[in-house]
């Protein structure tokens, strides 16, 4: 009689990942070094930020403004949220390399899963325990501030704020820390790099800290809005450069600053359709000709997608330049535009955060702003080169929007102050950007072919390429006209 054997009970992607998600959930319970911390972080960890409220609210109320003492509750409460969940940083760090290391890697990878499927039951395991700690601590605070005097009842929209803001915090460090774990070949390196996650949560609870002595609750949710998308893009990108195969062949990472130096060269000598091939010393020799008729028109074409996205970033500039200045006018007579003098421009050299109105100083701070946007996509993905795009140009939308509010032409002003220099500014500016927003952005989504490292280095070439053969010239020669030739069009235009 033939045996019927039964097939293996089908599962969507969720089911398949929650295989992995209950297993290591169960493992992390056996643990009492695990569970034992969870445990004084959410139920002892509350009771004692109940006794410094109630020592706090009495000791304060008598020196200070009460409304002060009141707004010490919320910030309470989000920290009775954020330490358990500090701790899931430590648990995701161990998800793969922790694993590696005890040699116990090999049955998960080898399990009939996809690599999505693995790497989202790993991040889950890794979230589901210090964030159900998180909301118990949060409810034994509450609950224990309700019932002890003086009572403190938080309104609705603050609690579930809490909740979400714990949440997405909790989101973007457990996304962060296993994208750092399957990346890694020992726990050591792991903890090294989780300072990139670490520094910049520590002091974003800073910034939520002084919104909430501020009590503008409404900004917080723009907090949690933007950590959500930081949380989907870590999760993506993780999700991108997970490889199993890799993660069992990866051995010991070595810094070699020789290698690095070379294929950096490399990467910046060869034409881009070239980039790829190592091993092509022909290919990697200078020629200016080449870089202008060749590489520099390619690489603008390769990089029509940011340049797009920059575009877009300069849109919503003008707009929200518009909006703030309709907010904010000037007050009437607060400055005019007639008769104007030589001795005007020299008095701004006495503005706070205002570059001298020579050559080499308006040249530095152009280039200055372009070097810092492409460091900081490295740490943020690209999204602060937006941020800089959408302050820099926006406040010229905020000037242009005044001038038109008190009555002048605001043709004539663009003409002679923004024209004369801005017709090559504004296009570096904006190629700068989205080169530098591709530094951040191919961290995401390496080229096929690269690893993240050889991408990132691929990526600075080009950065640099197009920064010293285009960028450069333009700013330096739009800073000398800006120097030289646009103060004496405005004295024409607006002068006595």
Known sequence: ?????????????????????????????????????????????????????????????????PILVERLNPFLLMVVGFFPISFSLIIALESFVGEKERNSIEPILSMPLSDLELYLGKMLSSLALPLLAAYLGITVFLVTRMTTTPVWIPPLDLTLLMFALTTVEALVMVAGAVVVSSQ?????????????????????????????????????????????????????????????????????????????????????????????????????????????????????????????????????????????????????????????????????????????????????????????????????????????TLINLGLVSFIIAEVTAIGLNPWLFVAAFILPHGILEIPAIIIGMAFALRIGAVMMSPPDGLDVGQALLLTLANFVKILVFVIVPLLLLAATIEANITPHIVLAVYGR
């Open 184 to 388: 890694t070949t020992s726990v050591r390196a792991a903890n090294l790099l989780a300072s990139f996650i670490i520094i910049p949560m520590a002091l974003l609870i800073q910034a939520e800290s002084v919104i909430m002595f501020y009590a503008d609750y409404r900004a917080l949710w723009w907090f949690v809005l933007a950590l959500f998308v930081i949380a989907i893009i870590l999760v993506r990108t993780g999700i991108r450069l997970f490889n199993r195969e890799e993660i069992l062949s990866r051995e010991m990472d070595e810094l070699h600053i020789k290698f690095i130096w070379r294929d950096f060269w490399g990467y910046f000598l060869r034409p881009p359709e070239l980039a790829g091939q190592r091993s092509n010393t022909v290919a990697a020799r200078f020629s200016l000709p080449r870089f202008y008729r060749h590489d520099i028109p390619l690489l603008l074409r390769q990089q029509r997608s940011a340049l797009l996205v920059i575009l877009l970033a300069v849109a919503a500039s003008a707009v929200f330049g518009v909006m703030f200045a309709r907010q904010y006018p000037v007050p009437d007579g607060a400055f005019s535009l007639e008769g104007l003098t030589a001795e005007t421009f020299q008095s701004l050299e006495n503005v706070p955060f205002m570059p001298s109105i020579t050559t080499p100083a308006i040249f530095i701070n152009n280039l200055r702003v372009i070097i810092l946007a492409a460091l900081v996509s490295v740490f943020s993905f690209g999204a602060l080169v937006l941020f800089l």
């Open 1 to 65: 009689m033939a045996v019927q054997t039964v097939p293996r009970r089908q599962r969507g992607m969720l089911g398949s990942a929650m295989v992995i998600t209950r297993r290591e959930v169960r493992d992390s319970l056996k643990d009492w070094r695990i569970v034992s911390p969870v445990i004084v972080l959410t139920l002892i960890f509350p009771f004692i930020m109940d006794f410094t409220s109630r020592f706090a609210t009495n000791w304060v109320s008598q020196f200070t403004d």
